[in-house]
């Protein structure tokens, strides 16, 4: 159980602060607004499991967000990779398709994964989970807009769509991989059947644009690339020392 809400905390939290990147950049100003909700969001979903980790004796939940090293993270590789060249406040070159691409491939994989654990054994976790799907489940409308229209938009926007999508994939195996997590009562599933039931759904979103399906993700990372497991890219560093960056000024406050 601790395992899986580790695995919950930090996907929300890595996730939430790679959308927050987008705040000022976005393709126009009312996207703008409705990225940094759906950052907010998940930063919040992320302190919900945080909390539950403290509940259950893991410590304080800001210094489990803040305070812990990359080796400890659990967090899927995908979600910590960078948006793009550059950074926030260095000549940021972003790539929008490439977010949209990674951000629907999760939104799925977390609404499956949210499915799951409503079912859960255990009550304070099958309740976050209920109250977690209810808002995600519009993160997923959203991100599946903005891939239909840059699928169907322009040669430019279709092009980029298509290179975004050969970035991603060989990412995606890494959010089904299970690291310390075995199926059981708290988590009624296998990886392969994750995978399998998350392929069931994107694949005809695929054919209904008519982009080449890439092929059902296997669960497992890169070699060496586990997140579940601890194994992170140097871009984890660089983003765990951002966020933390006001924390560690005064560790024992309250946020």
Not at 31 to 52: K, T
Not at 70 to 79: S, T
Not at 94 to 108: E, H, I, K, P
Not at 212 to 240: F, K, N, V
């Amino acid at each position: 159980m601790i395992a899986l809400l580790y695995q919950l905390a930090d996907d929300e939290l890595v996730i939430g602060h790679r959308d927050s990147e987008w705040l000022g950049l976005a393709p126009h100003i009312e996207e703008d607004v409705a990225f940094s909700s759906i950052a907010q969001d998940e930063v919040g979903h992320a302190a919900l499991f945080f909390r539950l980790l403290e509940e259950l004796g893991q410590g304080r939940a800001d210094d489990l967000a803040f305070l812990r090293p990359a080796g400890r993270r659990r967090n899927a590789v995908l979600l910590e990779r960078p948006n793009g060249p550059g950074t926030y406040l260095d000549e940021p070159r972003f790539d929008w398709a490439y977010t949209v691409v990674r951000r629907l491939a999760y939104d799925l994989f977390d609404a499956i994964r949210l499915e799951v654990l409503c079912s859960s054994s255990y009550a304070p976790l099958a309740q976050a989970a209920a109250k977690v799907r209810r808002e995600e489940r519009y993160h997923l409308l959203h991100h599946t807009t903005w891939f239909r229209r840059l699928a169907t938009g322009t040669d430019e926007s279709r092009r980029r769509l298509e290179a975004a999508v050969a970035a991603v994939w060989p990412d995606v195996g890494g959010l089904f991989t299970p690291g310390e997590v075995a199926p059981g009562p708290h988590f009624p599933v296998r990886p392969d059947e994750l995978a399998g039931r998350w392929a069931e759904r994107m694949a005809p979103l695929f054919a209904e644009v008519g982009l080449t399906w890439p092929g059902r993700p296997e669960s497992a990372a890169a070699p060496g690339a586990d997140g579940r497991l601890g194994q992170h890219t140097p871009d984890l560093e660089g983003l765990l020392s951002t966020m933390g960056e006001v924390y560690r000024t005064a560790p024992g406050a309250a946020w």
